[in-house]
């Protein structure tokens, strides 16, 4: 295995590891089930997250329509020298086959409702959208000519809630941690790997998020608050 391959792997341990914890604190505060499969769970009680579920009942209806009818992938996704407008469809296909399409729609529905519980509903429209385009973008100029799938627009909200959490989050060993997941952003954008790309702008996202937030709530930057980390945002 290359240096290249090392480094890609590692990268890969070190947003899943650190982002597991990550989710399962978010899924389990408050909450009366302790243990993290179920406390996932419970991220789409009521009040159902609804643009969590619009972006998976979306995603749900694109794959089969991509298993009954597979030209829909050449259609949308990444082609060199493609159409500008092939950045925000690539999200929509999976071109890597049903595995990349089991495993994209499964973490989807595990961060998303998250993510809305963090954020908002259009907020997390606006991190995943602004997340998966410009890492589609950066790999129609030049990363990845071909290709399409949504794990980058996932990848913001992951690293949205990690720097979110970094600033604000109760857990004082688990908000250095969650500083792992940008960073391993930037490494693989250093390999020129677009998931970096997703990373790193949800990490910058997940700051501006907070930063409104706080002065909302008239939180001094860079405090500590469960109040403003782990409460349900309404919109």
């Given at each position: 295995?290359?240096?290249?391959?090392?480094?890609?792997?590692?990268?890969?341990?070190?947003?899943?590891?650190?982002?597991?914890?990550?989710?399962a604190?978010?899924?389990?505060?408050?909450?009366?089930?302790?243990?993290p499969?179920?406390?996932?769970?419970r991220?789409?009680?009521?009040?159902?997250?609804?643009?969590?579920?619009?972006?998976?009942?979306?995603?749900?209806?694109?794959?089969?329509?991509?298993?009954?009818?597979?030209?829909?992938?050449?259609?949308?996704?990444?082609?060199?020298?493609?159409?500008?407008?092939r950045?925000?469809?690539?999200?929509?296909?999976?071109?890597?086959?049903?595995?990349?399409?089991v495993?994209?729609?499964?973490?989807?529905?595990?961060?998303?409702?998250?993510a809305e519980?963090?954020?908002?509903s259009?907020?997390?429209?606006l991190?995943?959208?602004?997340?998966?385009?410009?890492?589609?973008?950066?790999?129609?100029?030049?990363?990845?000519?071909?290709?399409?799938g949504?794990?980058?627009?996932?990848?913001?909200?992951?690293?949205?809630?990690?720097?979110?959490?970094?600033?604000r989050g109760?857990?004082?060993?688990?908000?250095?941690?969650?500083?792992?997941?940008?960073?391993?952003?930037l490494?693989?954008?250093?390999?020129t790997?677009n998931?970096?790309?997703?990373?790193?702008?949800?990490?910058?996202?997940g700051?501006?998020?907070?930063?409104?937030?706080?002065?909302?709530?008239?939180?001094?930057?860079?405090?500590?608050a469960?109040?403003?980390?782990?409460?349900?945002?309404?919109?």
């Amino acid at each position: 295995m290359d240096m290249h391959s090392v480094l890609l792997y590692g990268c890969a341990v070190v947003v899943i590891v650190p982002g597991i914890q990550l989710l399962a604190t978010l899924a389990t505060k408050d909450c009366e089930e302790k243990r993290p499969p179920l406390a996932l769970l419970r991220a789409w009680r009521q009040p159902v997250p609804r643009a969590a579920a619009g972006l998976v009942a979306t995603m749900v209806v694109l794959g089969a329509a991509q298993t009954a009818a597979p030209s829909m992938i050449d259609a949308l996704e990444r082609h060199p020298h493609g159409a500008w407008w092939r950045a925000v469809t690539a999200l929509m296909v999976q071109s890597s086959g049903w595995f990349q399409l089991v495993f994209n729609l499964a973490a989807l529905a595990v961060v998303a409702p998250l993510a809305e519980r963090q954020f908002g509903s259009w907020r997390t429209l606006l991190v995943f959208t602004t997340s998966g385009v410009t890492a589609q973008a950066v790999s129609m100029a030049d990363w990845s000519l071909q290709g399409g799938g949504d794990s980058v627009a996932i990848c913001g909200l992951v690293g949205a809630l990690a720097t979110s959490y970094a600033a604000r989050g109760s857990v004082v060993a688990l908000r250095r941690v969650a500083l792992l997941i940008p960073a391993a952003g930037l490494v693989l954008c250093l390999l020129t790997n677009n998931h970096g790309v997703g990373l790193l702008v949800g990490s910058a996202l997940g700051v501006a998020l907070v930063r409104e937030r706080g002065d909302k709530k008239g939180a001094p930057a860079g405090e500590s608050a469960d109040h403003v980390i782990g409460r349900p945002v309404a919109g």
